[in-house]
């Protein structure tokens, strides 16, 4: 089992950038896909980004690809998501998620396939 927490969410202008983070405790991290969504008011939560246990496969969100960066730190138990060149419609709380690896070793990129959650973290991007 992994516990989820965000942070370093906020409030930044059209064109800024920001990176938020996903620290995990618990037990073999690196045997987790982490991906990120975000879930805009009134709006369903959807996918962003998704990275392998080992860091070497990642996957985007067209809406994101080319602005967004997803990366790990297993030694340090964290999970990133760069996101630069921000919009206003990039406005929403993200979440983090975790799913033990299968043994498909396919990396999820939708949010019923995750099994843990972090309480989410703020990002407002103002025009």
């Known amino acids: 089992q992994v516990q989820l927490v965000e942070s370093g969410g906020g409030l930044v202008q059209t064109g800024g950038s920001l990176r938020i983070s996903c620290a995990a405790s618990g037990r073999a991290f690196d045997s987790y896909a982490v991906g990120w969504f975000r879930q805009a008011p009134g709006k369903e939560r959807e996918f962003v980004a998704a990275i392998s246990w080992s860091g070497g496969r990642t996957y985007y969100a067209d809406s994101v690809k080319g602005r967004c960066t997803i990366s790990r730190d297993n030694a340090n138990y964290t999970v990133y998501l760069q996101m630069n060149s921000l919009k206003p419609e990039d406005t929403a709380v993200y979440y983090c998620?975790?799913?033990?690896?299968?043994?498909?070793?396919?990396?999820?990129?939708?949010?019923?396939?995750?099994?843990?959650w972090g309480q989410g973290t703020q990002v407002t991007v103002s025009s």
């Open positions: 998620a975790a799913k033990p690896r299968t043994r498909s070793s396919v990396v999820p990129t939708t949010r019923y396939q995750y099994d843990y």
